[in-house]
């Protein structure tokens, strides 16, 4: 298995990720441009993806889809109350609709999405499993939900959100609402409540963690990396460490 982020920040959002001889795609978060050309750079294109999955419904997550869905007959993956919110975007699409908890599987790869705990329709993080392997795909959620600390024991890669440092936060000027949303268990998980999560699930063949979903305002990719490399260094873990880049695509990272 293997996965490139096309672009990862709180203003835009977009995975593909590729076992044995099935595609997909998680998330359509920037402008179908980008995707396009993004796929173009993992030397895919849209005909190319098997199912297109989402996360929650929010525009950072969604933005690129009215216009991929007009081009494409696409095959959306989504929960039910999800789907409402994607149907009138997306009217031509294909839907299968998941729940929480109950695995499925698109050709090679099997998907097990989880509840997270965001102020969205039904937000879900995914278990991607193929041959033997296991990412996790942890992205906008306030808090640890239950469950999900079981569900990612061993997993091969993570793909983790590490969203805010809370100084930059509390000093950002935003409006004390904004702030209290985001530092909440229904808003995102701060650098520490990535690392705090990673010592939950951590073990020796965790070989890579991509930090994802940075803020470009209140968290900087030098703050997130440092915090879970430390982190790291406790553990006396070898994994390598990635911070996906809000605006350029993150090259493929292949787990072995
Ligand atoms: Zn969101
Ligand atoms: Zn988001």
Known sequence: MRFSVLA?????????????NTRLLVDTGI?????????SECGLSIKQIQAVLFTHEHTDHVCGLGQLAKKEP???????????????IAEN??????????????????????SVSHDATDPVGYL????????????DTGKVPRGMTELLQGVDALYLESNYDPDMLRNSGRPFYLIERIAS???????????????SVAHGGLQHIVLAHLSQDCNTPQKAFNCMQQTLRELQLPTNLHCAPAATRLPWIQIA
Not at 8 to 20: H, L, P
Not at 107 to 112: K, L, P
């Open 8 to 20: 990862s920040s709180s203003k835009g959002n977009a995975t593909v990720i590729c076992g044995g």
């Open 31 to 39: 402008s179908a441009l980008r995707i396009r050309k993004g796929l």
């Open 74 to 88: 696409l095959s959306i993956y989504c929960t039910r109350y999800m789907g409402q919110e994607l149907r009138p």
């Open 93 to 114: 699409a294909v839907y299968t609709y998941i729940e929480p908890g109950s695995a499925v599987q698109i050709g090679d790869i099997r998907v097990t999405p989880f």
């Open 128 to 139: 991607f499993e193929c041959n033997g392997k296991k990412l996790g795909y942890v992205t």
């Open 185 to 199: 268990n229904f808003g995102h998980l701060s650098n520490e409540q990535a690392c705090e999560f990673v010592r």
